[in-house]
């Protein structure tokens, strides 16, 4: 499984950015994908995942109420609409697929099997 992630950018406190992840490489799709970031001297935190069977979502308390991940199964990718972004959301974004992803927990990057390579994004105050 391959996947590539895009839509970083840089914008101002408030802004929105979008972010996908194309997976390819599984006939029949990745079970889950999550996002994860990390910021300089931060260790991976876990942001967001969904569960490509049943739908299910997840996401951490920083994040809930101003992201939201969809998932569009036919062109095997998952979206990351960021919306009302703060300085402390700048940080590398990661996709990750084939880790637990239910509606109470996300699993930590060491159970997500296959990663993205990052996309940027930056909050400037």
């Not at 979008?18 to 300089?40: E, V, Y």
């Not at 969809?70 to 974004?93: F, G, I, W």
């Not at 159970?111 to 930056?122: H, I, K, P, R, S």
């Amino acid at each position: 499984v391959q996947l590539q992630a895009s839509g970083g950018g840089s914008v101002q406190a408030g802004g929105s950015l979008r972010l996908s992840c194309a997976a390819s490489g599984s006939s029949s799709g990745p079970d889950a994908i999550g996002w994860f970031r990390q910021a300089p001297g931060n260790e991976r935190e876990r942001v967001s995942c969904i569960n490509n069977r049943n739908g299910r979502t997840y996401y951490a308390d920083s994040v809930q109420g101003r992201f939201t991940i969809s998932r569009d199964n036919a062109k095997n990718t998952v979206s990351l609409q960021m919306h009302n972004l703060k300085p402390e959301d700048t940080a590398k974004y990661y996709c990750a697929s084939e880790g637990p992803c239910t509606t109470a927990s996300m699993g930590p990057e060491h159970t997500y099997t296959y990663w993205g390579q990052g996309t940027q994004v930056t909050v400037s105050s």
